[in-house]
Every structure is written in structure tokens, then in C-alpha cells.
């Protein structure tokens, strides 16, 4: 499956923004969706994921409250939608797929579990 991340840009704090990650070349409604991020500097950390079903969304606690995760089987597309954007989410946003079963709940935020990545979008937010 081929992943391809959009929407990122310059905001300020306090802005939201929506990235979107839209998929092609698989199926896109059987695999559990990720979001990653990369400070500069820093490794690659979970920000959020959600169930091929929807049904389930996890987020790093850092996050919650503020950004929102949720996917569109008909568009074969996950977003991530982020609200009250703080100087510390300035990263490179990738967006992962588990193309081969489920992850389970333990492994979630290990990209390591994810076998397919999209080529990541920047959001700078400053002050």
C-alpha cells in the first residue's frame, strides 16, 4: 500500500490544522491507521491510531483533548485533526499503516508495528 500525507504548513499556536493521509494500492478499510511524528532532532514518536473499523482511537497523552483521529473507508483516507497546536507539535507528521492483522493494544504506539509509511508532511507552529 502506498501512503501519501498532505496538509501541513506554518501555523501559530492556538491554530488548528488537518492533515490527511490518503492511501492507494491495498485495502485500505482492512488496516489499523497511525500517525507518527518526528521532532528535529528527536526519534519518531506515536501521536495517534485508530482501528480499521473506527471503532477504537488512542492517542499519546500529550494529545489528548486536542487532536483527533478518525479515517473515511470511502475516500480510503485517514485524517488528523489538531486544535489548540502548541510550539512542542512542531514535527514532521507521518502516517503509518498495519497492513498484516491487527496490532495489538500493548504494541500500539511502536512503529515498529506499522509495515507501510507515508513520506511525512511539516508543521511548524510558532509563537
Known amino acids: 500500500v502506498q501512503l501519501q500525507a498532505s496538509g501541513g504548513g506554518l501555523v501559530q499556536a492556538g491554530d488548528s490544522l488537518r492533515l490527511s493521509c490518503a492511501a492507494s494500492?491495498?485495502?485500505?478499510?482492512?488496516?489499523?491507521m497511525g500517525w507518527f511524528r518526528q521532532a528535529p532532532g528527536k526519534e519518531r514518536t506515536f501521536v495517534a491510531t485508530?482501528?480499521?473499523?473506527?471503532?477504537?482511537?488512542y492517542y499519546t497523552n500529550s494529545v489528548k483533548g486536542r487532536f483527533t483521529i478518525f479515517r473515511e473507508n470511502a475516500k480510503n483516507t485517514v485524517y488528523l485533526q489538531m486544535n489548540d497546536l502548541k510550539l512542542e507539535d512542531t514535527a514532521v507528521y507521518y502516517c503509518?499503516?498495519?497492513?498484516?492483522?491487527?496490532?495489538?493494544?500493548?504494541?500500539?504506539?511502536?512503529?515498529?508495528?506499522?509495515?507501510?509509511w507515508g513520506q511525512g508532511t511539516e508543521v511548524t507552529v510558532s509563537s
Open positions: 494500492g491495498g485495502t485500505f478499510s482492512n488496516y489499523d
Open positions: 503509518a499503516a498495519k497492513t498484516g492483522g491487527r496490532i495489538i493494544l500493548s504494541a500500539i504506539q511502536d512503529s515498529r508495528n506499522y509495515d507501510s
Open positions: 485508530i482501528r480499521r473499523s473506527g471503532g477504537g482511537a
